[in-house]
Each structure stands twice: as C-alpha cells, then as structure tokens.
C-alpha cells in the first residue's frame, strides 16, 4: 500500500478488539482514518484512542458502503465474520479474521507473519486468517526445526489460560478465587482443576481446539501429511498460554545448534537456564509480544526426539498482535 490505510476494528469494545487498539497504539501503526464498529448492544459506547474519542457504530450491511476501508481487523465470532468478512472485502477492504470461521477455507491463508508471510500475497478473498491463539505460538519454534531438520511428529499438551475463553473466562477464574464456583464459560469451576475439555468434543473423541492445532499446523507449514496429535487443557491462569511440545525430527540433531537456531528466529525468545530456575512463565509472558521457549532436551524415548516448553501471551501474540503484525506486512506489499 502506497498511503496511509483507512483502518475498520470490528469488535472493537471485546477483549481482543481492544486490545488490537493497545497494540495499534504502541507500534504507531500508521492510518488515514479509523472506524469502530460492535453489536448493537455496544453501538454508541466511546472509545478513546491515540487521544481523540471515537463513537462505536453498529455493523451493519452497509458499514462498509458508508466507509472505504483498506484493511479491516475483525475479533467479533466466526457468525459475524461469516456474514460480514465478505461484504468488507467486496467493498474493498483486506480483513484480517480472528475467528476460526475462515482459517481451513483453501483460498483464505492461515498466517503467523514469522512463519509464512509469503501467503500474504493477494489472498483470493480478500480475507486473511489469524490462526488459533495455540497454534500461532507453537508456530514458530516448529518453523525453526522444520527449516534444519525437518519434522516427523509432533505431539502438543497445552496449558491454556482462562482469557481465552473471554471476558467469561475471566469471570469464571475471579468467581472461583473468591469462593464462588458459578460457572459461565466453562463446563466445571475453573479454580483448583484443569480442564481438558476446551470447545466441543468431536465424534473422533478430540475437542474442536485439539482439532484446530492438529489442523492449522499442517496448513500453516505446508506439510499437509505431517503427523500431529493434541491434547489441550485450561487451567487456572489469568493470562498466556503454556505448552509442552514433543517433536521427531526427520534428521539428527544437536541441541546446541537447536537453541542457536531459536534464538535466531524472529520473534522467538530462549529462556533455558533450568540450573538457576530459568524457563518461561505464563506470568512473565503476560504483556509481550514474543513467543518465549526453553526447557530444550532430548527425548530419549526415540531417536531424533527432542522437548520444549513453549509460552506466549494468548491475547497479545495469540491473537491481537499477531492480526497487527500482518496489517504490518499488508503495508510493505
């Protein structure tokens, strides 16, 4: 894009929608003009962003007849983005979708702009995919070992905070820390158990979450056949996401050029000093941008088997910033 973009945030009063405007302000991401725009429940709130109130409009069939929008970030439910992420895109807008409505669609790509930033290029709809907050961090260390090894098998066990279960989430988590087991996002009180139960359980015995990662990781890395199994947990933290990753690798390794490769890799931060108690938290992820990995080991239970412990913040980088980003490489285009 050759000027400044006319920006469109649809969600903007929801958790990731506002935090799409957190982002957009600290990376001064450059714009003509902005747009709010939620349900009716929230059209006519203000918002007050980079110093100037803004009135929240209700999306609507014409939203986009009203406004000319270049590049529309949408964190509003896979129903919404269904019916409204085509209307943008046919009124000349490029949406970037935060919900899983669009990310198996064959001619929408999935993107994690570390990973594949060359899908970018002319999306056939007019819609770009954010992938699932699990999968996206998990993307880039797999990318690392893809590139100089290759990847036979990957096994995922996740660690997933309450927030990505929304405001709901949220509320479920502060309800049970105050003695309260009154449940609106989850099947049991999220207080004191995990959860291995995060969406619908499907007719093979996987959530629909599991499901997503097994899915999204072949699309993103463009190894339809790669062998990938999950298992996905919530547990009892506010803020990002945790996972132990397994992966077999098609070629030997060593692990000294593995955490060379990492710390190599953009976006990807090596936290692995176990000696002294160093590895990545959930809480210092909180409130960053990048993918944070350690407790780098072999697996020894097979050849060419190696262990990471992968954290990231399931809002910022799971979600917002990682849309942000790819409205980024939509500039450079």
Same mark, same amino acid.
């Given at each position: 894009m050759n000027k400044k973009p006319n920006l469109a945030i649809v969600g903007a009063t929801g958790l990731v929608g506002s935090t799409f405007l957190k982002v957009l302000e600290e990376k001064d991401f450059p714009f003509e003009n902005i747009y709010m725009m939620a349900s009716a429940k929230s059209a006519g709130k203000t918002i007050?962003?980079?110093?100037?109130?803004?009135?929240?409009?209700? =999306?609507?069939?014409?939203?986009?007849?009203?406004?000319?929008?270049?590049?529309?970030?949408?964190?509003?439910?896979?129903?919404?983005?269904?019916?409204?992420?085509?209307?943008?895109?046919?009124?000349g807008a490029i949406v970037v979708d935060n919900s899983s409505a669009w990310r198996m669609d064959p001619d929408v790509p999935l993107v994690v702009p570390e990973v594949n930033p060359e899908d970018l290029v002319s999306p056939k709809k007019g819609i770009i995919a954010n992938p699932n907050c699990s999968t996206i961090q998990a993307m880039l260390p797999l990318k690392a070992i893809l590139d100089n090894w290759? #990847?036979?098998?990957?096994? $995922?066990?996740? $660690?997933?905070?309450?927030?990505?279960?929304?405001?709901?989430? =949220?509320?479920?988590?502060?309800?049970?820390?105050?003695?309260?087991?009154?449940?609106?996002? /989850?099947?049991?009180?999220?207080?004191?158990?995990?959860?291995?139960?995060?969406?619908v359980f499907l007719e093979n015995g996987y959530t629909k979450e599991e499901m997503k990662m097994i899915n999204e990781t072949r699309k993103i890395l463009h190894c339809p056949d790669l062998r990938v199994t999950a298992t996905t947990v919530r547990v009892?933290?506010?803020?990002?996401?945790?996972?132990? #990753?397994?992966?077999?690798?098609?070629?030997?390794?060593?692990?000294?050029? +593995?955490?060379?490769? /990492?710390?190599?890799?953009?976006?990807?931060?090596?936290?692995?000093? +176990?000696?002294?108690? +160093?590895?990545? =938290?959930?809480?210092?992820?909180?409130?960053?941008? &990048?993918?944070? +990995?350690?407790? #780098?080991?072999?697996? &020894?239970s097979v050849e060419n088997g190696l262990n990471i412990w992968v954290v990231a913040?399931?809002?910022?980088?799971?979600?917002?910033?990682?849309?942000?980003?790819i409205a980024e490489k939509l500039l450079e285009l």
């Open positions: 007050t962003f980079r110093g100037r109130d803004y009135t929240v409009e209700e =999306l609507n069939e014409h939203s986009f007849d009203d406004h000319r929008v270049d590049i529309a970030l949408f964190s509003a439910g896979g129903g919404t983005s269904l019916k409204f992420s085509p209307i943008a895109a046919a009124g290759g #990847i036979k098998r990957v096994v $995922y066990s996740t $660690y997933q905070a309450v927030s990505g279960a929304g405001m709901k989430g =949220l509320g479920d988590l502060k309800n049970g820390v105050a003695g309260n087991d009154t449940t609106n996002a /989850f099947a049991h009180p999220i207080f004191g158990n995990c959860l291995p139960h995060i969406d009892p933290v506010f803020m990002s996401h945790s996972e132990s #990753i397994n992966i077999e690798t098609e070629k030997p390794f060593d692990l000294a050029d +593995v955490r060379k490769a /990492f710390e190599a890799f953009p976006g990807l931060v090596v936290q692995d000093d +176990v000696q002294n108690a +160093v590895y990545p =938290l959930a809480r210092e992820a909180a409130g960053h941008d &990048e993918v944070f +990995v350690g407790r #780098i080991r072999r697996d &020894e913040d399931n809002i910022r980088k799971g979600a917002a910033s990682n849309a942000v980003q």
